[in-house]
């Protein structure tokens, strides 16, 4: 990509509405997406304006907006993404006032379909190709789905790291899946898990969305609840594995679909 030095910088935290998305593609923008780690630096630096006891996404959020020089930052704090977003839109107002900080609500209900969410890829590869994916408007290619054998529930985590434990067979749900549907408060394509493929829930430390992983898992006949804050340790590592090796269930369905929905993607 050619820049120049009126190419604007922007940051996104969640998903935009893809108005906004069309908006900045047009205009030639640089995207970052602040709930990524972009710099090397402490998260102890966040602490000076958010609690040490928060969301490390959005502790992470502050420290790219401290470091990136952004002309504007786009952060949805509606029901799309959550209330700590909302407080942290107001922070950053507050500490950069070189940034136009713009709030969004996103209740986009267009759904683009879900094909990374069931592709055979590996983990990693797959939630950072749907990370990147709510930069663009663009359609998604057709990819044929995959007999999965494992499900990964939740955001993206602030660590990608533990998605590397999962086999390529590994079907993603939960707002990850919402986030690629181009629909964030969907909350029907949030709840949707597959009964037959034994699942990790995962949500990040201090998150309104732990009750939702945990009530999910504790529903689900193979299902295993995992909350992380900055980075998963060892024992988060260590359990998720022996959690995924010890569940000897059959391969799942090719058809998410629990609960039952002659449409799952559509509101
Ligand atoms: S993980 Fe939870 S608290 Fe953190 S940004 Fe996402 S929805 Fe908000």
């Known amino acids: 990509m050619t820049t120049s030095a009126t190419t604007k910088r922007i940051g996104i935290v969640g998903i935009p509405p893809l108005a906004i998305i069309k908006q900045l593609e047009a205009e030639g923008c640089i995207i970052f997406d602040l709930d990524e780690p972009h710099v090397k630096r402490d998260i102890e ?18 420290i790219n907006g ?15 993404k ?4 909302l407080h942290t839109a107001t922070i950053l107002a507050d500490i950069l006032p070189e940034t136009t900080v713009i709030t969004t609500r996103n209740q ?15 983990l990693l590869e797959k939630i950072s190709a749907i990370t990147k994916s709510v930069q663009s408007a663009r359609p998604y290619q057709d990819l044929a789905a995959c ?16 998605l590397s434990l999962f086999p390529d067979t590994t079907h993603v749900f939960g707002w990850t ?26 949500a990040q430390s201090f998150c309104a969305k732990t009750a939702l992983a945990r009530h999910l898992a504790n529903k689900h006949p193979h ?20 959690f995924l090796e010890l569940s000897t269930t059959p391969p799942g369905s090719l058809t998410d679909s629990y609960p039952p929905s002659s449409d799952p993607l559509s509101f």
Not at 50 to 61: M, Q
Not at 69 to 78: C, E, K
Not at 224 to 234: E, H, K, S, W
């Open 108 to 122: 986009d209900s267009a759904a683009f379909g879900t094909p990374l969410c069931t592709a055979r890829l590996p």
């Open 66 to 80: 401290l470091s990136l020089q952004l002309d504007r930052i786009y952060i949805d704090v509606g029901p799309g």
């Open 45 to 62: 630096l966040a602490s000076s304006y958010l609690p040490r006891v928060f969301c490390a996404i959005l502790r992470t959020v502050i």
């Open 147 to 162: 007999v999965p054998t494992a499900g990964f529930w939740g955001v993206p985590p602030r660590d990608f790291s533990l």
């Open 223 to 242: 299902g295993l609840y995992v909350d992380c804050d900055v980075t998963a340790g060892n024992s988060t590592k260590a359990k998720i594995e022996a």
């Open 177 to 202: 899946r919402c986030m690629e549907n181009k629909t964030p408060d969907h909350q029907q394509l949030e709840a949707l898990i597959n009964p037959d493929i034994p699942t990790v829930f995962f």
């Open 82 to 85: 959550c209330d700590c977003a």
